[in-house]
């Protein structure tokens, strides 16, 4: 039913949220593929093509105003955060948790206005962003103590 056709659909831009920006597709392509829905929500999430790139303001003003773009790159967010321990530098995880505050947690706000109706799953979505970020956060301060050989203490 509508359910699964739209489940089926989130899925598929999920996927291909970056496929433009690292594969050089054309939103032509994806259109033809997958249809135009698809293919605007692919559109809103590619920052980069053939060298144009959108400025962070324009981009994410862009994904503020579809339902699907907003919560798809919650979610991409929130994987990305999660998973760079251990695998991004430090001054790297630190510049994505400032755009976390700068970028996404505003873009979060335009897009729960825009569609009340999705309240919750980005009630969800920030509150777990924000706490990942706090975590990354306190477990960068404790390595840099370490790095320089600083004694760490534990406050609640």
Known sequence: GAREACFYRNS??????????DYDISHKEIVDKFGIEVGDVVEK???KFKGIKKSPEQYFEAISTCPHASVVKLID???NVSSMGGV???DKQEQYI???DDYFLPMLK????NFPDQAMSYYNLG???KTLCKTISATIAAEKKLISNQ?????P
């Open 110 to 113: 335009k897009a729960r206005k």
């Open 127 to 129: 509150t777990f962003l």
């Open 77 to 79: 967010r929130v994987n």
């Open 98 to 100: 400032k755009e976390v």
């Open 12 to 21: 598929i831009e999920i996927l291909l949220h970056d496929v433009r920006e």
């Open 45 to 47: 999430l590619t920052k």
């Open 151 to 155: 004694s760490i203490s534990f406050k």
């Open 88 to 90: 991004f530098s430090i």
